[in-house]
């Protein structure tokens, strides 16, 4: 078409009477290629239509609609949505994708018709190597009794009080290493990865990544983060035949081969430290890998329960838990400095309710009703898996008078529906107080309010993740004052790799409240 209209306007200015033949001889050549343009568009269109799939935008050849996406997802799919509906078809290069941004149709797909959709994608089988939770990804006899085991054994509420001095200890390291800061200016974002690592670090094999009486930077915390971004690009790159080539490329794929090799190294380092050590006693404060590695060797389990098995989850807990933390205690104190009449409401109450104690223990939590509030609005204005993890249709099956063919993959668009102006009054604004004395909470059961996901496949560290929040962020604003650097302004701009951060780091200036003990 460009080619066309660049033709047309140069001949035609000319003036000239054989340039107008010469036009008209060229739009004859060139109207075939208009005319093929439109029976495909057309035939696209009905080819939905007699599939019976939802409403969609057009779709171009190859790419399909991968080119109206931007990188930041979640807000282009909801533009689109608002064009063509809550349940809507689109084509992600080769994959076939549908997109749910309504309450009442994400109940459908993750309650009423979980066992539909509760696999996740498959990976491309090239990609399959640095993906161990890849074994975990179908739902299936194997995937039911691994997560039977983690839910006993690793998420619950018995292991997760069991893990209550080791987060009190590095919240402890994380307000020390703020007080000793050479500089009042304390990048928070940082030290936000740095205190879930080591926690989940703690959590999984015993010990932190940094040295101890340290919140500070080691080569392992970035290996996680590092991963998952390769991965992410390597399988974006599947869904477009063409790009494949890009995928071969030798250099990325050193990269990701390089990064995977480290990963596994520690966790090789870590099963073997673990072994020689023997599955040590029996406390309630023992690390997920030796819990797991006594099952590994249990004859009576009753599945086979590999060592890879145990990777998936060492990798999956990592990946799921660590950054997703971080990104809600960064949101959750740029959402305060935002909000001076929130952040005074919630010193104040964790300030009145600890009084001269030193520090916030999780035996406080309970009374901190308003430091709840300010975390369910954070997880809703800002939920760190926006589009949550994607599932993949298992059978066919009929949404809303629509059918949805095996294999297609469903993105529930959270971070829509949560800001949804039918469902939230002002939605964009930040009112903990919307919380209070409503019965809605983020278990999965409330579907205007799903940070976590909902139904089989919901997120299943969620009290394990809460709880982390809850004790660094009611410490952070006992201990310190905080402002923004003077001169500057708080920066809100996501930036979307997997997990939604902000764009520009967390930089304020902290003064703290009470004098060093
Ligand atoms: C506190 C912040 C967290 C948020 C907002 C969050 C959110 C999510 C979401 C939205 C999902 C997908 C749910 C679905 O598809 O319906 C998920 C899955 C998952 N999360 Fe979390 N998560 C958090 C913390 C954690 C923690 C601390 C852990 C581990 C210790 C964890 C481990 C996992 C795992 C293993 C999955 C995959 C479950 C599966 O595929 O069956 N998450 N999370």
């Given at each position: 078409m460009g080619d066309l209209l660049f033709f047309f306007f140069s001949k035609y200015s000319n003036g000239e009477e054989m340039a107008k033949k010469e036009l008209m001889f060229e739009l004859l050549k060139h109207s075939w290629l208009l005319i093929i343009l439109s029976i495909l568009l057309l035939l696209l269109l009905s080819s939905r239509r007699r599939r019976n799939l939802p409403p969609g935008p057009w779709q171009l050849p190859i790419l399909g609609n991968i080119h109206q996406l931007d990188p930041l997802a979640h807000r282009s799919l909801l533009h689109l949505a608002e064009k063509h509906g809550p349940l809507m078809h689109l084509q992600l290069g080769r994959i076939p994708a549908i997109i749910v941004s309504s309450p009442d149709i994400a109940s459908e797909i993750?309650?009423?018709?979980?066992?539909?959709?509760?696999?996740?994608?498959?990976l491309p089988p090239s990609a399959v190597k640095f993906w161990y939770g890849g074994r975990l990804a179908k739902y299936d006899e194997h995937w039911r009794q691994v997560t039977k085991l983690c839910?006993?054994?690793?998420?619950?509420?018995?292991?997760?009080?069991?893990?209550?001095?080791?987060?009190e200890d590095e919240v402890d390291v994380l307000i020390q290493t703020i007080r000793q800061s050479s500089s009042s200016l304390v990048n928070l974002s940082k030290m936000f990865v740095f205190i879930t690592n080591n926690i989940t670090s703690r959590e999984v094999f015993g010990k932190r990544?940094?040295?101890?009486?340290?919140?500070?930077?080691?080569?392992?915390?970035?290996?996680?983060k590092e991963i998952i971004q390769l991965l992410s690009e390597f399988t974006a790159?599947?869904?477009l035949p063409s790009l494949e080539w890009l995928r071969k490329n030798s250099s990325f794929k050193e990269k990701l081969e390089k990064s995977f090799e480290r990963m596994d190294q520690l966790f090789e380092r870590e099963i073997e430290r673990h072994c020689s050590n023997g599955d040590g006693d029996d406390s309630g404060e023992r690390d997920f890998l030796s819990v797991l590695l006594k099952h590994h060797v249990d004859p009576n389990l009753g599945f086979s329960f590999t060592r890879d098995d145990i990777k998936a989850i060492m990798q999956m807990i990592f990946f799921g838990g660590s950054d997703t933390t971080s990104s809600i205690l960064e949101w959750g104190i740029s959402e305060l400095i935002k909000n001076p009449r929130v952040m005074k409401k919630a010193q104040d109450e964790v300030r009145g309710v600890v009084g001269n104690k030193g520090k916030?223990?999780?035996?406080?939590?309970?009374?901190?009703?308003?430091?709840?509030?300010?975390?369910?609005?954070?997880?809703?204005?800002?939920?760190?898996?926006?589009?949550?993890?994607?599932?993949?249709?298992?059978?066919?099956?009929?949404?809303?008078?629509?059918?949805?063919?095996?294999g297609t993959m469903v993105i529930v668009n959270a971070w829509a529906i949560m800001r949804d102006p039918k469902l939230w009054e002002n939605p964009e604004d930040f009112i903990p107080e919307r919380f209070n004395g409503v019965a809605i909470n983020y278990r999965g059961q409330d579907?205007?309010?799903?940070?976590?996901?909902?139904?089989?496949?919901?997120?299943?560290?969620?009290?394990?993740?809460?709880?982390?929040?809850?004790?660094?962020?009611?410490?952070?604003?006992?201990?310190?004052?905080?402002?923004l650097p003077a001169g500057t302004?708080?920066?809100?701009?996501?930036?979307?790799?997997?997990i939604l951060h902000k764009k520009s780091p967390l930089i304020l200036k902290a003064t703290p409240r009470i004098a060093l003990g």
């Open positions: 993750l309650k009423t018709l979980d066992l539909a959709f509760s696999s996740r994608p498959s839910m006993l054994e690793i998420f619950s509420m018995r292991r997760v009080q069991s893990f209550r001095r080791v987060r990544f940094t040295y101890d009486g340290e919140c500070n930077w080691s080569p392992d915390h970035d290996i996680f790159k599947h869904l916030v223990e999780e035996s406080d939590l309970q009374q901190l009703q308003y430091l709840k509030l300010v975390i369910n609005e954070t997880l809703r204005l800002h939920p760190p898996a926006p589009l949550l993890i994607p599932r993949e249709c298992r059978e066919e099956c009929n949404v809303q008078g629509y059918k949805i063919p095996v579907f205007q309010f799903i940070p976590f996901g909902a139904g089989r496949r919901i997120c299943p560290g969620m009290q394990l993740g809460i709880a982390v929040v809850e004790i660094t962020l009611a410490n952070v604003l006992y201990h310190f004052n905080w402002e302004d708080m920066d809100m701009t996501e930036s979307l790799a997997v």
